[in-house]
């Protein structure tokens, strides 16, 4: 199944507190039991004003779908076509 990485902007992200991301993580995870299991959110990594997000999903319709049950932006969705790391290089 497609990994996706998905760019969420969202002003001042770094400065969430710790309840606002928890709040946030258990809208995703509500969605995604509405969804079924055919979308897996993996991981996610906030920076100063964004969200990356990490998911596994039939296509991106289904990530969408996801962003606009959850009330999330989804400034960008793009398939992972490889996935490297130092390891690469050997």
């Not at 258990?26 to 100063?48: A, I, K, R």
């Not at 990356?52 to 932006?73: N, Q």
Request: charge should be negative; hydrophobic fraction near 35%; aromatic fraction near 6%.
């Amino acid at each position: 199944m497609p990994k996706f990485v998905i760019e969420r902007e969202i002003p001042k992200a770094g400065d969430l507190k710790k309840s606002e991301l928890q709040g946030i993580s258990q809208t995703s995870c509500g969605v995604l039991q509405q969804l079924g299991p055919q979308v897996q959110w993996v991981q996610s990594y906030v920076t100063d004003d964004k969200i990356y997000c990490i998911y596994i999903a039939p296509d991106e319709a289904s990530v969408r779908k996801h962003a606009e049950m959850g009330g999330f932006p989804a400034n960008s969705i793009s398939v992972v076509r490889s996935i490297i790391d130092p390891t690469t290089a050997e």
